[in-house]
């Protein structure tokens, strides 16, 4: 399967942005899809997943990131609020059949979308 990642950009702190990851098979429903960033310097990150209608996130974005899925556009949304410098990176969207206890890693998924910039000014 490929995947397109898309909707970075650059915004202020306590925005919102919205990133869509969208697949090249309809049977995109069927995959573990995650979600995942790099800051400079540092090594990629989970930040969620959704697996079978079950979401997941990292403790650092609960309650302000969303997971949803669009079956009939194969395509997963990561609805980001309430942005914190913190939050700037690359994010990369991935798909796989990880088990659960490896859902939060990279390891877990085979493949991966190009990445999308996002930048939080404080």
């Known amino acids: 399967v490929q995947l397109q990642a898309s909707g970075g950009g650059s915004v202020q702190a306590g925005d919102s942005l919205r990133l869509s990851c969208a697949a090249s098979e309809r049977t995109f429903g069927s995959y573990t899809v995650a979600w995942f960033r790099q800051a400079p310097g540092k090594e990629r990150e989970f930040v969620g997943a959704v697996r079978s209608g079950r979401t997941y996130y990292d403790d650092s974005v609960k309650g302000r990131f969303t997971i949803s899925t669009e079956n009939a556009k194969a395509t997963v949304n990561l609805l980001m609020n309430s942005l914190k410098p913190e939050d700037t990176g690359v994010y990369y969207c991935?798909?796989?059949?990880?088990?659960?206890?490896?859902?939060?890693?990279?390891?877990?998924?085979?493949?991966w979308g190009q990445g999308t910039q996002v930048t939080v000014s404080s």
């Open positions: 991935g798909a796989g059949w990880p088990i659960l206890s490896n859902i939060r890693s990279m390891s877990g998924y085979s493949y």
